[in-house]
Structures are given as structure tokens and as C-alpha cells.
T-cell receptor, first 107, second 115 residues
Framework: GQQVMQIPQYQHVQEGEDFTTYCNSS?????IQWYKQRPGGHPVFLIQ?????EVKKQKRLTFQFGEAKKNSSLHITATQTTDVGTYFC???????FGTGTSLTVIP | ETGVTQTPRHLVMGMTNKKSLKCEQH?????MYWYKQSAKKPLELMFVYSLEERVENNSVPSRFSPECPNSSHLFLHLHTLQPEDSALYLC??????????????FGEGSWLTVV
């Protein structure tokens, strides 16, 4: 099945540091969604990006869709312990998820 | 409460057992999915049902057998599983199978251990 690659696979940050995860596809995407899965939990929808170059913000989270619609990023400013979890991108129309980035925040 | 309910939440079964996982969605969605999530692995799509018809079978071994009696219910029948099948099995649903803008809603998952 089709999958997109996410980097990094794991990231440990000190609380207060910034964090970014990248989602890369070899094909042009019609849109992309981001999900968060807390440890022991299930994936929960965060946001959807549709337009080329689109940038959306949710408090400390900034989501970006590349101009070519082949990549996307999620940036968290000043991480908190509540940000811990695995972040997945999901190119829609495919229902396949990216490989995920597991974020650990060290208090 | 996600609108997608899975039972049981935890299951331990022997390799010769037959068991089933159940999923029910209360969202009025037309598409339902089974995903497998193992430790340190990405979410693996197993099956997709749209309006009770199986539309995708992602090379899943025949020891996993899905059943979708109606658009609100989805089962995963398990038979002669292997220890490597131990994983979190996630059921999900969306309004339609592959339309732009569909959000996928996940259940809380069924933790399966094969001994």
C-alpha cells in the first residue's frame, strides 16, 4: 500500500523547546490530514490541509502544506508535556497513514 | 466518547482459538476500516468497507476474516493466529470511503495478545 514517510521517527525534546515533524510523499497529494495519538490511546484528527502552500495554526501548533503539495509539516512551539504522543500524517483519498513521529517531552 | 465503540478492549487468545472483535459506529458513516498497529510500526490498513461492501483487502492473511453485516457494524473474526499477530487493532469510520475532506474517526482499539 501507499505510505508517506515521516521524519524523524522519534524525537526527544526538553520542555519548552520547539518540535517539527515532516511528511514527504513522492506523489502530489490532493489534501493531507494530521492525527495525534497519545500513549495508550487512539489516533485523533487534528487538522486538514487542502491548498498549495496552506498554513494553519492551532494555538502552539502550526501546520503547513508544501507549494507542490508533496510534503507537509507540523511545528510545535514551546513544547509541553501534554504534547507527548505520536503524530501521523495521512494523505486523504488513500486512508493510509504516514510512518509517524513519536514525540517525547522531557520535563 | 468517539462515536466508534470497540469490544472487547483486551483479548488474550491461544493460537488454536477462534474469537471475534466487534466494532460499532454511531456516526451515520458509510465507510468502516480495520487497522493493525504493532509496536514501533506505522498504522497498517487491513480492510475497508464501504456501504457494507469490501473495497480493499490489503494483503491480509486469511486467518483474519472481516464481516460487515450493515453500515454500523464491523467484525474481525480471528482464527489460528500467530504470536506475531499480537497488536492493537483499531476500528475506524468515515462519512464516505475516499472523498476529500473525510475525517477518520477511530475507536479506542482492541489489544490482542496471542499466546
Amino acid at each position: 500500500g501507499q505510505q508517506v514517510m515521516q521524519i524523524p521517527q522519534y524525537q526527544h525534546v526538553q520542555e519548552g523547546e520547539d518540535f517539527t515533524t515532516y511528511c514527504n510523499s513522492s506523489t502530489t497529494l490532493s489534501n493531507i490530514q494530521w492525527y495525534k495519538q497519545r500513549p495508550g490511546g487512539h489516533p485523533v484528527f487534528l487538522i486538514q490541509l487542502v491548498k498549495s502552500g496552506e498554513v494553519k495554526k492551532q494555538k502552539r501548533l502550526t501546520f503547513q502544506f508544501g507549494e507542490a503539495k508533496k510534503n507537509s509539516s507540523l511545528h510545535i512551539t514551546a513544547t509541553q508535556t501534554t504534547d507527548v504522543g505520536t503524530y501521523f500524517c495521512a494523505p486523504q483519498n488513500q486512508f493510509y497513514f504516514g510512518t509517524g513521529t513519536s514525540l517525547t517531552v522531557i520535563p | 466518547e468517539t462515536g466508534v465503540t470497540q469490544t472487547p478492549r483486551h483479548l488474550v487468545m491461544g493460537m488454536t482459538n477462534k474469537k471475534s472483535l466487534k466494532c460499532e459506529q454511531h456516526l451515520g458513516h458509510n465507510a468502516m476500516y480495520w487497522y493493525k498497529q504493532s509496536a514501533k510500526k506505522p498504522l497498517e490498513l487491513m480492510f475497508v468497507y464501504s456501504l457494507e461492501e469490501r473495497v480493499e483487502n490489503n494483503s491480509v492473511p486469511s486467518r483474519f476474516s472481516p464481516e460487515c453485516p450493515n453500515s454500523s457494524h464491523l467484525f474481525l473474526h480471528l482464527h489460528t493466529l500467530q504470536p506475531e499477530d499480537s497488536a492493537l487493532y483499531l476500528c475506524a469510520s468515515s462519512l464516505d470511503r475516499a472523498s476529500s475532506g473525510n475525517t477518520i474517526y477511530f475507536g479506542e482499539g482492541s489489544w490482542l495478545t496471542v499466546v
